[in-house]
């Protein structure tokens, strides 16, 4: 399984990006998805996750209320919309996919993208 992560890039504070990650799996919709996300000298955190099929999902504190995730299994695609960007919200984005259900420990997942940049200027 190979995920690929775009959609990165540099924003002003309040703007918005959509990042997007294709996953190359035979039944997507077996894999539960999660996104996350590391900043400079930070340890590794979870932002999003949604299961197979999309009925279950769970934000972080951090970004409820201004992140959406959703995915595409036509496409295998997961998306994770960003609104109201802070600069708190600086860091590498990873997608990851692991079969079964989503979780937030980043332990508990197999397969991982090469992460896509967001960088939030005040």
């Known amino acids: 399984v190979q995920l690929q992560a775009s959609g990165g890039g540099r924003v002003q504070a309040g703007g918005s990006l959509t990042l997007s990650c294709v996953v190359s799996?035979?039944?997507?919709?077996?894999?539960?998805m999660g996104w996350f996300r590391q900043a400079p000298g930070k340890e590794r955190e979870f932002a999003a996750i949604?299961?197979?099929?999309?009925?279950?999902?769970f934000y972080a504190d951090s970004v409820k209320g201004r992140f959406t995730i959703a995915r595409n299994n036509a496409k295998n695609t997961v998306y994770l919309q960003m609104n109201s960007l802070k600069p708190d919200d600086t860091a590498a984005y990873y997608c990851?996919?692991?079969?079964?259900?989503?979780?937030?420990?980043?332990?508990?997942?197999?397969?991982w993208g090469q992460g896509t940049l967001v960088t939030v200027s005040s």
């Open positions: 799996a035979r039944t997507f919709s077996r894999y539960g």
């Open positions: 949604i299961s197979g099929r999309g009925t279950n999902i």
């Open positions: 990851a996919a692991r079969e079964g259900l989503p979780k937030i420990d980043a332990y508990e997942y197999d397969f």
